[in-house]
């Protein structure tokens, strides 16, 4: 009887050990962020995360609204306040519906890391620093490559329209191009875009350029190019990578991608909130660019096997 | 003297026995009522997450003031289309009243000078007359609610739409924060009085007052008469057009409500906001014992309904599990739900 006891209480003092090794303070970080894992390039950023979970060894949870809602997004970062976790990752493409929430997550002691959106505001809401790429910036190197290719009248496809990020990619653009530019607001739904497109292609057949804001809106736009015969004969660039977008780079149909590496983006931040919760470690910038890169027919091979992966 | 038939005994036996009856039928009728499935649904899923994440900050103040807010956003709709679906007709359109009303409060505001108050009124003004115009559609041409107002939420999220980029050429009015100050209804739409959103007490008061009509005046009698058969109700004088359309009037008007606290809290808007509402409205006023079909249903049933969903979308973000899986659980908890409920009902009318 007695040695059933020591065996007993042995064999639980045993299983309560790796818990005891779990209350060893994992760090539990959350990111929060405007984008569906439904989308490729979410997708991306959400692989960056679970590898930096893995590499750093903190529990990370990723949460997004089902769709593009600036309400839901903030009351998602207030329940990651309520959980209390050791750091916060989020992506600001509305300031003004997300800064309550910001700032509540900042006032409870909680570091944050902002990223993808929002590189204007992040240091006035208190965050660390900002990952991502200045949209401006990108869209105007997008805006002077093609004017020096001697383009003056352009169409922007935007996909999704109220994301500040988007609109500062489409501003920077039209600086950058100094001339005539329309944006064509799309959706995210292929065929919906496509049509929109095609309808648009058959209205202004003289059209020079085209720039789009996204895969989303770049793939269904590609597709009424070759329908309409016109694929590899009008300029045609886009903001973001995808396996498609590489395969039309490869051959010639189009003539640019920028990225983001929008991987760092969702890797960089959880890296870094872990160094941070676990020993106190920060780099010292306010602002780590991870673009823009430019993408062209010579090196899209290299990507297209890093893009299936949904690394690139 | 104490034995026999007439004795003490035996009629206290019968008193008790009588009593227990009393009880029993009591709670029977307890039972079919529509709200009790959806509160043992409610009891159910907020066990399940205090359970699983409890300790992760769903029993917490925060937490769960968190949860209240999603959940009066669903409710404050779905008090209202629960009365018109219990008069047997659905308006899809809310959704996108919430986009357009958002949208009449912060441009001419950030953009044109108005006062926030006029704004507001405005707005409301619009939604009475865009949800006169539903009903009176339904009700003249005899058409499925569904078709008419399935017509409006384009119409209106397309108008939306185009409005807002001709006038500001962009998607989003944003900036509403430095027009508020002093403005006499800016403060019955925002703040949080005790430390609750205000939205929470609109939801509250809306409950009460609904819930009110519903069950203790012949207004709400005419409700349940119009859903459960129009023309029998039509034959013995309810004034069927008047109670639709004001239905109508009343859930448009609920949407410019939300919209009204929403673009106050958050000081921006675009042209997406309210998406998707009209379906989590109908989806709360589902899980909380509405019929689809009309003619049965409650408002407090309504508001737990709201509860539960709100619970379910804030809640699962406290647990592990990886968001790739969210849609999923979600699914399945509100599968859950609304079986239990239905199984309750089932029991209840089966046992009387």
């Not at chain 2, 029998?232 to 004034?239: E, H, I, K, L, Q």
């Not at chain 2, 849609?327 to 079986?339: N, P």
Request: aromatic share 8%; glycine share 12%.
């Amino acid at each position: 009887m007695k040695t059933k006891l020591i065996t007993a209480l042995a064999v639980l003092g045993s299983l309560l050990l790796p818990i005891a090794g779990f209350a060893q303070k994992k760090p539990h970080i959350i990111v929060v962020t405007h984008g569906q894992v439904s989308d490729s390039f979410w997708l991306v950023v959400k692989n960056g995360v679970d590898q930096a979970a893995k590499d750093s060894g903190a529990q990370v949870d990723y949460r997004s609204p089902e769709k593009f809602d600036m309400v839901a997004m903030s009351q998602l970062i207030d329940a990651a306040v309520a959980s209390k976790p050791d750091g916060l990752v989020v992506s600001i493409p509305d300031a003004d519906a997300l800064s309550k929430a910001i700032q509540a997550a900042v006032k409870a002691g909680i570091p944050v890391i902002s990223m993808n959106s929002g590189s204007d505001v992040s240091k006035k809401l208190g965050c660390l620093m900002h990952v991502g790429q200045e949209e401006y910036v990108a869209g105007k190197g997008a805006g002077e490559r093609m004017k020096a290719e001697g383009v003056t009248k352009a169409v922007c496809l935007n996909q999704e329209v109220g994301n500040a990020g988007l609109d500062a990619r489409a501003k920077g653009f039209k600086d950058g191009l100094g001339g005539d530019v329309e944006v064509l607001a799309v959706s995210m739904d292929f065929t919906q875009t496509r049509n929109a497109f095609a309808g648009y292609l058959q209205k202004n057949p003289d059209v020079q350029a085209i720039l789009a804001l996204g895969p989303t809106g770049a793939e269904p736009a590609l597709q009424a190019l070759e329908q309409a015969g016109k694929a590899g004969k009008v300029k045609f660039g886009t903001f973001d990578l995808s396996p498609t977008v590489l395969q039309a780079l490869s051959k010639g149909e189009m003539d640019f991608a920028i990225d983001q590496q929008q991987f760092l983006q969702g890797y960089l931040p959880v890296i870094f909130l872990a160094n941070y919760v676990k020993y106190g470690l920060l780099i010292a910038t306010d602002s780590v660019p991870t673009g823009p890169g430019f993408v062209t027919q010579q090196n899209a091979k290299q990507v297209i096997e890093l893009s299936k992966q949904g690394i690139r | 003297m104490p034995g026999g038939e007439n004795g003490v005994f035996a009629s206290a036996g019968r008193f008790r026995r009588n009593f227990l009856e009393g009880r029993m039928a009591n709670l029977r009728k307890l039972m079919v009522r529509p709200e009790l499935g959806a509160v043992t649904a409610l009891i159910a899923v907020f066990i399940y997450f205090a359970v699983t994440a409890g300790s992760q900050g769903f029993l917490t103040t925060e937490g769960t003031i968190n949860y209240l807010e999603v959940g009066a956003e669903h409710g404050i709709l779905a008090v209202s289309v629960a009365l018109l679906m219990i008069a047997g007709e659905f308006d899809l359109s809310i959704g996108s009243m919430i986009g357009a009303a958002g949208m009449i409060i912060a441009i001419p505001v950030t953009k044109f000078g108005w006062p926030p108050w006029l704004a507001i009124l405005v707005a409301f003004a619009f939604s009475l007359a865009v949800g006169y115009l539903n009903g009176w559609l339904v009700v003249k041409t005899r058409l499925p609610s569904f078709i008419i107002t399935l017509a409006s939420l384009y119409l209106l999220r397309g108008l939306t739409f185009g409005l807002t980029i001709a006038l500001l050429n962009y998607t989003r009015a944003s900036g509403m924060g430095s027009y508020l100050n002093g403005d006499p209804l800016v403060t019955i739409f925002s703040g949080a009085p005790l430390g609750l959103k205000i939205s929470i007490w609109w939801w509250a008061g809306l409950t009460l007052v609904l819930g009110w009509i519903l069950f203790n005046t012949s207004y709400g009698n005419w409700i349940f008469a119009v859903g459960g058969d129009a023309q029998a109700a039509r034959n013995v004088g309810v004034p069927v057009a008047r109670v639709k359309i004001s239905l109508f009037m009343l859930t448009a008007a609920t949407g410019t409500l939300l919209a009204t606290i929403q673009v106050l809290d958050t000081g921006s808007t675009d042209v997406l906001r309210g998406e998707l509402a009209e379906l989590e409205a109908i989806a709360s006023a589902v899980i909380g014992g509405n019929l689809l079909t009309g003619g049965y249903g409650s408002v407090f049933g309504a508001t737990v309904g709201a509860l539960i969903l709100g619970m379910v979308q804030q809640g699962i973000f406290y647990t592990n599990i990886d968001t790739n899986w969210f849609k999923a659980v979600l699914g399945a908890m509100l599968l859950a739900a609304v079986l239990l409920n239905n199984y309750l009902r089932q029991q209840a009318l089966r046992s009387q």
